[in-house]
């Protein structure tokens, strides 16, 4: 039994310094239930997955048109015994052989963390293991450590269903907040719009998310047939606002239905065309607030000049689409483009159990198994100097997007 935080820390230092095989001997279980996924991993340190299991709970949210809390929470309830121990199976690795447990513990549905959080305190208190809480968009910047021999510091563009953050990356828990949601992220537009849509009764989107169903079918529309204004076009900061783009979408919707004679609820011929032209939206406007926050990293010197990098992650990065817009803009920039695969962009317990290597190693936020720990639904990243970027007011060049949608 340990005495003191110290002394447990001064064990795995020790234990890292005398095995000879520094990374081999601590591995770290990853849980994940910030939203709608029940996920878990275990990891080496040098980012191997020894094992992992992942249940998503979209089916179920997709027949009653959305994620309720409630529901969500005993979806958790119901699989995080045996995802956890699933896991543990796969990994041939019994809970004494882990050296941590990484949990996201904020932001996100208060019922659904408070799920991963319990479950996981009663874990590492039976079985004596350090604890690390995980912030869920911390865990989406740095997945991409895992892939690549990236350095710190990086830009980061997270886009998923419940944010949009662009932030500067100095440090496993060092973070520059360029600019975030004002109001809807990109991801639950999507969805909406989705909705909005029946797009779960098309037959080849009944089993996808939002945002999935329009990339799919953008791929046979034309773009062009409908025109939705960028959001905030003129408001030369970093944040992102998507009400004003749903808006725009659901009246041509109603127009639609109008001019064919159908009602909510009944597919439009135009279906396509619609999808294309709102996912070029969303992906212009993310395009111009990540290119100006490249402006701003440049004019302040705040990514280094050799090899500078944007990383996208979160759900709406594995988008083929919005990525190709994003490389075209790190291409005129000069940057270089990295993003994981679409498997660890969505939800996934390895994207926490990475970033518990991450703090482990570095000795950060990692604490004793009786430690109190809370959740916490509403969490920024970093620090925030969106007000900063938006007093710089950089206009920006005009970059030609040649590109089409069935890429
Ligand atoms: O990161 P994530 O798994 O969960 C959150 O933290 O939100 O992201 C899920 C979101 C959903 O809104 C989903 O519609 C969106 O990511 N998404 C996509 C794609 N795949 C998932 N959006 C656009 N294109 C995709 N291919
Ligand atoms: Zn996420």
Request: one cysteine or more; proline letters at 5%.
């Amino acid at each position: 039994m340990f005495r003191t935080k110290v002394d447990f820390l001064q064990r795995f230092i020790r234990c890292k310094h005398t095995s000879g095989r520094p990374f081999c001997s601590r591995l770290v279980l990853g849980i994940e239930t910030s939203c709608d996924e029940t996920g878990a991993a275990v990891l080496d340190e040098t980012g191997s997955i020894l094992g992992e299991c992942l249940h998503s709970q979209k089916e179920e949210h997709l027949r009653t048109g959305g994620i309720i809390p409630t529901v969500a929470q005993q979806l958790h309830r119901d699989n995080i015994e045996r995802v956890v121990w699933e896991t543990l199976e796969k990994s041939g690795v019994t809970p004494s052989q882990l050296s941590a447990v990484a949990t996201t513990v904020k932001p996100g549905l208060a019922l659904s963390l408070s799920v991963g959080l319990e479950f996981s305190l009663r874990f590492v208190r039976q079985h004596n293991r350090l604890f690390i809480p995980i912030h869920h968009m911390e865990a989406h910047a740095l997945t991409v450590r895992m892939l690549h021999p990236l350095f710190f510091p990086f830009l980061v563009l997270l886009v998923s269903g419940g944010h949009s953050l662009l932030a500067v990356a100095q440090g496993v828990d060092d973070f520059l907040l360029l600019g975030h949601a004002l109001d809807e992220a990109p991801g639950d537009t999507l969805d909406k719009v989705a909705r909005r849509l029946s797009l779960s009764k098309h037959p080849q989107c009944c089993t996808l998310s939002g945002g999935q169903a329009i990339e799919l079918l953008a791929k046979d529309g034309d773009r062009k047939r409908f025109y939705f204004t960028t959001p905030m076009g003129k408001t030369p900061d970093c944040c992102f606002s998507f009400a004003g783009l749903r808006n725009q979408i659901t009246m041509t919707i109603k127009k639609k239905e109008a001019e064919e004679g159908v009602g909510e609820g009944t597919l439009l011929s135009c279906v396509n065309d619609l999808a294309a032209a709102a996912q070029h939206t969303v992906a212009s406007h993310l395009a111009e607030r990540t290119h100006r926050a490249i402006l701003f990293c440049k004019a302040n010197s705040l990514l280094p000049a050799d090899n500078p990098t944007l990383v996208v992650s979160g759900g709406v990065a594995s988008n083929r689409y919005i990525r190709k817009v994003l490389a075209i803009i790190t291409e005129w920039t000069g940057l270089s483009l990295l993003c994981p695969p679409g498997k660890l962009c969505t939800d996934n317990g390895v994207m926490v159990a990475w970033n518990g290597v991450e703090r482990l190693r570095e000795g950060r936020g990692i604490l004793l198994p009786n430690q109190d720990v809370r959740y916490e639904p509403k969490a920024p990243l970093g620090v925030d100097i969106s007000a900063e970027v938006r007093a710089a007011a950089i206009r920006l060049p005009r970059v030609r997007m040649k590109i089409q949608n069935n890429i």
